[in-house]
């Protein structure tokens, strides 16, 4: 490894949260050191203990995907939902999915559509995309195809909102599934 991958190594050491990130980063996508997902784990870990919330989120993304971890929905939440309380909308959006799954906690579909209005209204291509999703197929909330194709519109960057708008007079004439 390279200088820069020693200062922050030494950075990390010293508890600093952004080089502790950081590392816990090029750990989990093996740029500049080896690839080493339980490295990278323990890294986020540290971080979030000094209350940071990316760290928080990627520590909960890991026990989500069990990425390196054994998948824990529990602990994802917990993660999730500590940072999503200090306003981090990557959060906010992966804990509304926890919610609407019931995964890791009670499902709670209102919680769930709330967080991700909060996390749309910050401009989460994702959540839109979800949002559209959910009004589109209105299981969760009554089907309003207006409100779906506004969420697709904010969210065309997302390949699976983009398909919904590149098709939508044919699939917005199909009933709902």
């Given amino acids: ?9 030494l950075s990390a050491s010293r ?3 952004r080089a502790m990130l950081q590392l816990g980063n090029l750990y989990k ?10 490295l990278a784990h323990h890294w986020y870990l540290l971080c979030s203990k000094q209350g940071h919330p990316a760290c928080a989120y990627q520590a909960g993304v890991m026990f989500d995907d069990g990425e390196g971890v054994s998948q824990n929905h ?9 940072a999503a309380s200090k306003d981090y909308t990557p959060a906010q959006n992966r804990l509304a999915l926890l919610y609407l799954f019931g995964k890791g906690t009670k499902a709670d579909p209102a919680k769930a559509v709330d967080l991700l209005q909060q996390a749309a209204g910050k401009g989460s291509i994702s959540a839109s995309y979800y949002l559209g999703l959910l009004y589109f197929e209105g299981k ?14 904010q969210a065309r960057e997302h390949p ?12 917005s004439t199909q009933p709902a599934k």
Avoid at 29 to 38: A, S, V
Avoid at 160 to 171: E, F, G, K, S, T
């Fill in 160 to 171: 699976n909102a983009r398909h919904y708008l590149d098709n939508w007079q044919q699939l």
């Fill in 1 to 9: 490894p390279g200088k820069a991958v020693q200062y922050l190594r």
């Fill in 29 to 38: 996508t093996g740029e500049g050191l080896p690839k080493n997902l339980p």
């Fill in 15 to 17: 508890f600093y949260p």
């Fill in 74 to 82: 529990q602990n994802a939440y917990r993660f999730f939902r500590y």
């Fill in 140 to 153: 969760v909330v009554s089907r309003n195809l207006n409100k779906a194709h506004q969420y697709f519109e």
